[in-house]
């Protein structure tokens, strides 16, 4: 057996291998992109670091929530009929089993139907992308008909319905439980990470193509002591999960903006599980600075993989984020405007936006096996 002092030396040493390996294997894949590049063009690299909801928020809610904030589980529990109220708790123990044969608020809040109205975001303002190409949000042949957002700083139509549903909802606003969770467990699983590189690049202010990529990355992100996370540091793709996307895009006035992705599948973990948000019609907008980047991300999400997070979830985070699932559940199916199907006109994704920050970063795409011996080194 190890002694402490022994156990400790041990685990930093392997640290410190693991950083060496990485270390040569990006500077390795710097040098192979050198190569491929021109004299002037070149590969740079970020990793996303922070991802929130893209929520427009006044100060105090009064302008986007006049009415107030959403209801809860626990306020439409006690809303409900006493009779009915008290039956449903003697029969199935808790009142997040609510439903008429017992079903769990989380697990089929189709099933539920809540007795407080959901209370929508009322404000025109929201951060978004034009993503029907309409003016006015009238039905085309892939999307529903629905209003329209400005956005605050050009004033030009975009879509969220998505926040018009959340915007309202304690926990999703920027000081909530679930918001504010999710802003932690992102940057904490490597299940979760996100990578960005941009080749071609001839002018970080201005250039007009350049290939965008997204990957799944595998390591960590480590912080300095000021609780920043560390620019510059090579991160390795992980060649077990699919390319996220391929396209092309331009930077103008030091704002990169893409072609948009017909379809992005993205890794995710959430409240101790795991899973796949899937984006459709994606659009990217990043301001790229020396050693980072921020912006929105936006497209259609599918409502299906959205709600299958929620559902596999604990019913007591319900109670934390402030919110009623069955109302939420409701209220998104009943404003999706993305994926018309044209024999039903129903649309099954739902436009929405992502807030994302990331840090500057090296790409390392590794070969397999060198891959593998890191996956053993590290205990994976």
């Known amino acids: 057996m190890l002694s402490v002092c022994g156990r400790e030396g041990f685990l930093s040493l392997r640290f410190a291998v693991i950083w060496l390996l990485s270390w040569v294997v990006g500077m390795a894949s710097m040098a192979q992109g050198q190569e491929r590049s021109t004299n002037t063009s070149r590969v740079i690299g970020f990793v996303v670091t922070t991802e929130a909801p893209g929520h427009w928020e006044s100060p105090d809610a009064g302008v986007e929530c006049p009415e ?49 109205p959901i ?5 025109d303002v929201a951060l978004g992308f034009n993503l029907d190409g309409t003016e006015d949000g009238r039905e085309t042949p892939n999307s529903c008909g629905h209003a ?9 139509p975009v879509d969220n319905q998505l926040y018009r549903v959340m915007g309202c909802a304690k926990g999703w606003r920027s000081s909530g439980a679930a918001a504010g969770y999710r802003m932690m467990e992102f940057p904490t699983y490597t299940a979760n990470r996100l990578l960005l590189e941009i080749s071609g690049v001839d002018d970080l202010i ?22 920043e996370f560390l620019p510059g540091l090579p991160h390795r793709v992980d060649t077990r999960f699919p390319v996220i996307a391929r396209t092309s895009g331009k930077i103008e006035g030091g704002v990169l903006t893409i072609k948009p992705v017909e379809h992005a599948r993205f890794p995710m973990r959430w409240n101790v599980r795991t899973g796949t948000r899937d ?9 790229l600075s ?24 604990l019913a007591v985070s319900v109670d934390n984020s402030a919110w009623s699932p069955p109302s939420m559940y409701a209220a998104t199916e009943a404003m999706a ?44």
């Not at 201005?206 to 609780?227: F, H, R, T």
């Not at 020396?290 to 979830?313: I, P, S």
Request: net charge neutral; charged share 35%.
């Open 148 to 156: 329209k957002f400005k956005d605050p700083e050009t004033g030009l």
């Open 119 to 123: 209370r929508f975001v009322k404000s």
């Open 68 to 116: 107030g904030l959403h209801f809860t589980e626990k306020e439409n529990w006690e809303a409900m009929n006493p009779v009915e109220r008290e039956e449903r708790r003697s029969r199935f123990g808790h009142r997040w089993n609510r439903g008429p044969n017992g079903e769990n608020s989380t697990a089929v809040p189709w099933a539920i139907k809540d007795p407080l």
């Open 290 to 313: 020396t050693d980072g980047a921020e912006g929105l991300l936006g497209g259609y999400q599918d409502l299906e993989k959205y709600w299958l997070m929620y559902r596999r979830g």
């Open 337 to 380: 405007d993305g994926r018309r199907d044209p024999n039903t006109g129903r649309c099954s994704a739902i436009s929405s936006s992502m807030k994302l920050k990331a840090v500057r970063a090296f790409i390392v795409h590794a070969e397999p096996e060198f891959d593998q011996a890191l996956f053993d080194l590290r205990g994976y």
């Open 206 to 227: 201005d250039d007009s193509e350049v290939e965008v990529a997204l990957y799944k990355g595998l390591d960590d992100i480590p912080k300095k002591n000021n609780g």
């Open 279 to 287: 984006w459709y019609d994606m659009h990217l907008r990043l301001r």
